[in-house]
């Protein structure tokens, strides 16, 4: 064997040898065997431990808006144009840290969208509670109501 043909040799055996261990450190932190060995073989909780048990309670958040006419009309994350987490970390955030000048936008975006101008926001609470047999659901409950300002900046 010359030179080269070792020295190719070489590189297939290490090269093998750094897969077998990535194929194996993965196999062992999907097990579980694992706990604190390291990026990026770790064992993610996210995804490998539940993070509700049964019994435990799920909120589920809606926002009605009152209308100047005061009819009070339900505001879903489409009819602000967000996504689900964007609704939440967004608007339903903001009434439950009382951030009312970050309210401001969505409601300016609401009028502009719908021509329609809103008095108060509505957070209500529908939790369902996890059960072996599926899900329960518990009573609505009112978390916080906000008088909206006046001063609406227009968009």
């Known amino acids: 064997m010359d030179t080269i043909e070792r020295r190719q040799a ?6 093998s040898f750094i897969i077998i261990f990535v194929l194996l450190s993965q196999g062992l932190a999907i097990i579980g065997s694992i706990e604190r060995f390291g990026w990026p073989f770790v064992n993610y909780p996210m995804y490998s431990q539940p993070r509700h048990f049964e019994g435990d309670a799920v909120n589920r958040y809606f926002l009605y808006g009152t209308l100047e006419a005061g009819v009070e009309v339900l505001i879903r994350d489409k009819d602000l144009k967000l996504d689900p987490r964007e609704f939440i970390w ?17 409601i300016a975006l609401y009028q502009k ?16 509670t996890l059960m072996a047999d599926g899900l329960r659901e518990e009573l609505p409950a009112t ?8 001063e609406v900046p227009q968009l």
Do not use: M
């Open 113 to 128: 969208l719908y021509g329609q101008r809103l008095i108060s926001l509505k957070l209500e609470n529908h939790p369902v």
């Open 90 to 106: 967004g608007p339903v955030e903001d009434i439950l840290k009382d951030r009312v000048d970050s309210l401001k936008h969505y």
């Open 10 to 15: 070489c590189k297939k055996r290490g090269a």
């Open 143 to 150: 978390v916080k109501i906000i008088r909206v300002i006046d």
